[in-house]
Structure formats: structure tokens, C-alpha cells
């Protein structure tokens, strides 16, 4: 087992995830039991098969919560490639080899490819890219302060509350100032119950206001396990949030800033394209960084 620091080139910062190089054998219910035991945002499973077939579908990998599996997730999805990238040309498969330009796995939403780019001096990069989003509904606002316990005047009126999805889908939440984002405090069980009638999973809580000047949003996700250092996937979903509503242009590379309350901060690169009026081509990227080896006995 490893863990690598996600969405970040400094250790003890970003998101931490576990990887379990090897999950054969294990039953559903132990890898649940074990991403219990790691008590992060998620835990991953790489379940080796033969090289003809990773070559063709891919890295078969497993997400798991502290509470459930996920179809996909996006700091597991870019922390576990960048393991698998580490682990050197002695492990079978071209694609698994120490500096390989692509790793792409296979999921339980699909293949999702990792490109990494290499520049002299700096660390590596890894960028993803998500299946193409749908767009739900966009909610009122007055509903969504009824079910969280917040204010109307807390959202940002010029932009709208929308569900969209690369895989999971997300309601992407916009709030006016960096202060209301600080003190955010919501009645999750609420929100939860209102999520579960309009076809969301999580909020994704964004302000244009930010502490790095060069970022574009702001971030936080609050859900049952506590508050998320880092979303990869919502992040997807904010990148074809804010291609679609001008706030990014199509393309643009810009950075969104998350855990930085809670004192983890992360950046995440996101980019998405358009081509016949669609948002197509959504790509995620950042840094990670290894910090932990070790072995559980079971």
C-alpha cells in the first residue's frame, strides 16, 4: 500500500489517498472494511490482469469512500496513476512503466485516460480527461438556502446553481465572497435529502473571490466524511460549469483553489473545450507527491 498527496507537489498538503497496489483477492466487503480503515476521502484498488488486456481496456481500479464504491472520482483517478507511473519497468505492462507518457484506467464509469507532461526542473504533471458532462437542472436559489440553512443573499446572483456530471454528478454552487465561504456551516442531512430529489450526489460550493490571485474559483465540498481537500471530479464539473457560462474561456487552463480552510491546499488544473455548442474534452490536472509506504496484514 501506498498514499500519495494529491493535487499538490508539497507533501502533507493536498489530498491524501491510499493505493493498494494489488487489491486481488479481496472481497467487496474488505475493501470496504479497508477504505473504513484508511479513514481518507478515498481509497483505491488496482486489480492487475494480464498486459494484452490492460493494454486494450485498461487499468481495472476500484474507488472506494469510507461508506461506499464510486463509478469514479477524480484525486484517486490522478493519484492512482501517478502510482502505477512510479512504479517502474520491473511491472508487466508498457503503460506501467517509470515515466510513461499516458496511463489510462479502467473504471467503473469507463476508461479514463492520465497524460503526464515531464518539463526540466519542475515536477510532473498528470491531467485526466472525464467523460463528457450532462447538465441537469438548475436550481432556485431559494430552495437551495431552505435546504442547506443558508441565506439568498449569501449566492451569487449572476451565476446559476447547476447539476453536472463527468461521472458523478455534482451541484455546483455559487457563493458572492470568499467571507460567506469561510464561514460556511450547512445542514448536510438537508441537503442530502434535497440532492437525493433532483439527482445530485454532492454540493460543490465555488466564489469567483479567491486567496491566490492567479486562480479562478475558490472551492469547497462538505459531505458525510467531513470536508474534501481536493475534488477532481466536481472540479470536472466546474470546468464545464464555467465553459459554459463564460467564467472560463474554451481551453482555458485555469486553477481552481480548494483545503484551504481546512488548512490542505490544493490546486487543480481544469480545462474543457466546445464544439457545436457542447461542452466536450473536460481534463483535470495537478502535481502529486508520495509519502507513505507500507503493509497491512489482514
Partial sequence: MVQWDVFTSRPLEGNSLAVFLDGRGLTDAEMQALAKEMNLSETTFILPRDAATERERGIRVRI?????????AGHPTLGTAFALRARGSEDRGDQKKSGAAQVVL????????VNFEDSAGQPAFGEMTQINPTFGIQHERGAIARALGLRVEDFDDSLPIETVSTGLPYTVTPLKSLAVMRNLQIDLNRGTEYLAQTAGRFFYFVTRETVDRDARLHARMLFYNGEDPATGSAAGCAAAWMATHGVAKPDERVLIEQ???????????VRASRSDNRVVNV?????SVEILRGEVFL
Fill in 64 to 72: 472506494f469512500t469510507v461508506q461506499e464504491e464510486l463509478p469514479f
Fill in 106 to 113: 479502467e473504471l467503473n464509469v469507463g476508461k479514463v485516460p
Fill in 259 to 269: 483545503g484551504v480552510e481546512m488548512k490542505r491546499p490544493s490546486r487543480i488544473f
Fill in 283 to 287: 481534463r483535470v490536472g495537478g502535481n
